[in-house]
């Protein structure tokens, strides 16, 4: 449908995409060791012991657009500067536009832990939907089998399905609360919390189990938010109360 004809809209980005992917084998095959600061070179011997580096965190966005062609028209575009491994469409077609080898730029300026570079560490999922609307069950079916098949291919633990918004608070809420986090945890993608919530004790340090969950809390309300966007979809806000409090201290506990 989208692809092989020879009307291919995208025939232009797949060329330019083969051309940048024979660019990188150049940079990989090169073995000249690189200079240092200080003006010596380094000696090359290769090891024979290595392969490829492989993601271990998924990222789920929505797209905030109107269709999938508008998705792979941004994504197609160099100007956007944004990308993603896989779009999934309202009717579930899941059309992958990156190898899950190479680093898309899905996540921006984003945080997770001690982890800065998320876009490096991650695969980028984008579900075609405007934001405001459920998810179809076409499209959570079709994004179920490729989350299946990442987590098995790249051994990826289920506390690192995460959201744009978990690792970028203050900027983005995608995917909406209509995203069925809960169901998706109990297939082993994402942590939910237990569902007779404990009581934390008093000592318990919001702020410091939202870090170690992997929040940044240097804008504490937004990650609050971004948190409660996750766990508490009926209450999107930034206001802790106790089951807010009971919460965190769950997710905190699987850690
Ligand atoms: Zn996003």
Known sequence: MISSCSTNPYRLSNKSYKKQVKSYQKTIGNTNAK???????????????????KPNFVVIHHTAQNSLQQTL????????????????SDD???????????????GGNAIWGKNTDINSASIGIELDNNGSEPFS????????????????????????????????????????AFFPWKNLAELGFGLWPDPQLEKAPDYFNIEQALRIIGYD????????????????????????NEKTINTIYSIYKKQ
Not at 35 to 53: A, K
Not at 74 to 88: C, E, N, P, W
Not at 158 to 167: E, L, Q, T, Y
């Open 35 to 53: 200079p240092l600061q200080n003006g010596s070179n380094p000696e090359w011997i290769s090891t024979v012991n290595f392969n490829l580096r």
């Open 73 to 88: 028209k941004t994504f197609t575009l160099t100007r956007t500067q944004v990308s993603a491994h896989y779009v999934i």
């Open 92 to 106: 579930g077609t899941v059309v992958q536009m990156l190898n899950d080898y190479l680093r898309a730029w899905h």
């Open 137 to 176: 069950e076409a499209q959570i079916n079709s994004l179920v089998a490729l989350l299946s098949r990442l987590k098995k291919d790249y051994s990826i633990p289920s506390a690192n399905f995460i959201a744009h918004s978990d690792i970028a608070p203050t900027r983005k809420s995608d995917p909406s």
């Open 217 to 240: 809390t240097r804008n504490l309300s937004s990650a609050i938010r971004a948190f409660k966007l996750h766990y508490i979809q009926s209450e999107v806000d930034d206001i802790f």
